[in-house]
């Protein structure tokens, strides 16, 4: 059996039927497939619904305004947290730790004095 088609026989590819010879049939063609969605250049998305000026513009105005809220909620917490003073922390450190050498070196006297 041959390649090639036969009158009736449908090309997938899209641009219609064409016997062997190269002519084109007449009887039995299938229209080229049509793709998905809106043809291109169509502008209706922007125009009506989701993507109209309005409801973009109110979308960005309400997020706007939820992260201003956010900022104004985030200073009102940071303004509750207590300041630290890390300088005191490490001074406190550095007395324990001198605090705890100055007995380690009591504890060795004593025992070096019992002996």
């Not at 036969?6 to 063609?29: H, I, M, P, W």
């Not at 890390?86 to 001198?98: E, G, K, P, Q």
Request: charged letters at 30%; a positive charge; zero cysteines.
């Amino acid at each position: 059996m041959s390649n090639s088609m036969r009158l009736g026989d449908f090309d997938r590819s899209g641009s219609g039927n064409v016997d062997s010879a190269g002519s084109e049939k007449v009887l039995g063609t299938m229209p080229p497939k049509r793709k998905p969605g809106a043809p291109i250049g169509n502008a209706n998305a922007l125009k009506h619904g989701r993507y109209s000026k309005r409801i973009r513009a109110a979308r960005l105005a309400a997020l706007q305004a939820t992260v201003k809220e956010r900022e104004q909620q985030r200073s009102a917490w940071i303004a509750t947290v207590p300041q630290t003073d890390y300088n005191a922390i490490v001074d406190a450190l550095r007395a324990l730790r001198r605090s705890k050498e100055a007995a380690n070196v009591q504890l060795a006297e004593q025992f070096s004095d019992r002996d």
